[in-house]
């Protein structure tokens, strides 16, 4: 489903050229889960950022069915990526000033779809995750796990067909941490939504398809 052949990003830093990623060659099927592990800084993020059309790499190619993502003009990288991936960060990202229901719908209106379709798709995805009795609570009446399972929703409301997510459970507790995991792979196989995770989480990243590292900018 995409593919990434000979990527690699660098960095310019006080005038040194710092080389993220070296050569990364990735694919990833439909309905495929993969985990990236690595230590801190090593470009698991700026991976995940490429793959979904958020960080142009250096060098290479990202086709996604095929198609060279960064062949595309900045309007359709836009239009890909608001249908075809969804986005889950270590901070959820949620707009404060509005409500469960109203940041869940956001994709929908991005795409321009009527406000009743983008609040009958946000309120289906917010019941799925459990938040059905929460839509008209502002982020900070949420708890930490369910700010994250509104992100979930954010991310999944447009029906993509891959999801990345960067530390889905970095911010949350033990057992809040389990629950939004869990979440995750139930969606997952329930849609067939094919999702990248990077993680420090090694009980996350055994659940996963395959398990890969990145260190000295290349996967292991």
């Known amino acids: 489903m995409i593919a990434l052949e000979g990527v690699t990003k660098s960095?310019?830093?006080?005038?040194?050229?710092?080389?993220v990623l070296k050569g990364i060659d990735l694919a990833v099927t439909s309905g495929e889960s993969?985990?990236?592990m690595g230590a801190s800084g090593v470009g698991k993020s700026t991976l995940l950022n490429i793959m979904g059309s958020l960080e142009q790499p250096s060098e290479g190619v990202v086709r996604f069915r095929d198609q060279d993502i960064y062949a595309m003009d900045e309007?359709?990288?836009s239009a890909f990526r608001n249908r075809?991936?969804?986005?889950?960060?270590?901070s959820h990202?949620?707009?404060?000033?509005?409500?469960?229901?109203?940041?869940?719908?956001?994709?929908a209106l991005i795409a321009r779809l009527t406000r009743n379709e983008a609040v009958k798709k946000a309120g289906v995805m917010l019941d799925r995750v459990g938040l059905s009795n929460r839509l008209t609570h502002r982020a900070g009446e949420l708890s930490g796990g369910e700010q994250q399972r509104v992100a979930i929703a954010r991310a999944l409301v447009m029906s993509p067909e891959l999801l990345l997510a960067d530390e889905p459970t970095g911010n949350l507790d033990w057992f809040t941490g389990q629950e939004v995991a869990d979440l995750l792979f139930r969606i997952m196989n329930e849609d067939k939504v094919a999702m990248v995770i990077a993680t420090h989480n090694e009980r996350l990243a055994e659940k996963m398809s395959r398990k890969m590292e990145i260190a000295g900018g290349k996967i292991l």
């Not at 960095?11 to 080389?19: A, Q, S, T, V, Y």
């Not at 075809?84 to 270590?90: A, D, M, N, P, S």
């Not at 404060?96 to 719908?105: T, V």
């Open 75 to 77: 309007k359709e990288i």
């Open 84 to 90: 075809k991936i969804g986005f889950v960060f270590q």
């Open 93 to 107: 990202h949620l707009l404060p000033e509005f409500n469960a229901l109203e940041n869940a719908m956001m994709p």
């Open 34 to 36: 993969v985990a990236i």
């Open 11 to 19: 960095f310019i830093h006080h005038g040194n050229e710092i080389e």
